[in-house]
């Protein structure tokens, strides 16, 4: 993992995990969805307003996991995330999982999100709140 970006911390709880104890793999993707939401916060942009917008919606149109080792109840993770601007109205975030007590990277994924206007459903250009937030993850 490196030094860049916006970084979470979370501890892996049981409801995370699947019958043989390990992270139920859907659920790496929502502990990335927390981190996106915490960063967001942390730029100041409240999360009520942004997620029931009317003037933008910001929906996840594609999104990846990569595995290298499981992660189990208990364990302390840190999820870094590094977003790029793709154009006017779309961008994507990477996030490197680790464990919290080493450098090992335990999984990647991959997020890729556009602006849409919510009563139309066409794309248009990012909101400047969110060009702010990308330009300083």
Known sequence: M??????????????????AGVVYFANILAICHEAYEASLNQA?????SFFVNPDFAIPIVHASV???????????????????IINENSFKIQYEIGLDNSNQL?????????????????????????????EKA
Request: contains cysteine.
């Open 106 to 134: 335990i999984a990647e994924a991959i997020t890729k999100h556009i602006c849409i206007n919510p009563k139309t459903r066409q794309r248009q250009p990012l909101p400047s709140a969110i060009i702010h937030w990308l």
């Open 44 to 48: 100041g942009i409240n999360l009520k």
């Open 2 to 19: 490196t030094d860049l970006g916006y970084i979470y911390k979370r501890t892996i709880r049981f409801q995370d995990t699947d019958a």
């Open 66 to 84: 990569d595995f290298r080792f499981p992660l189990f109840c208990g364990d302390q993770i840190l999820i870094e995330l590094n977003s790029e």
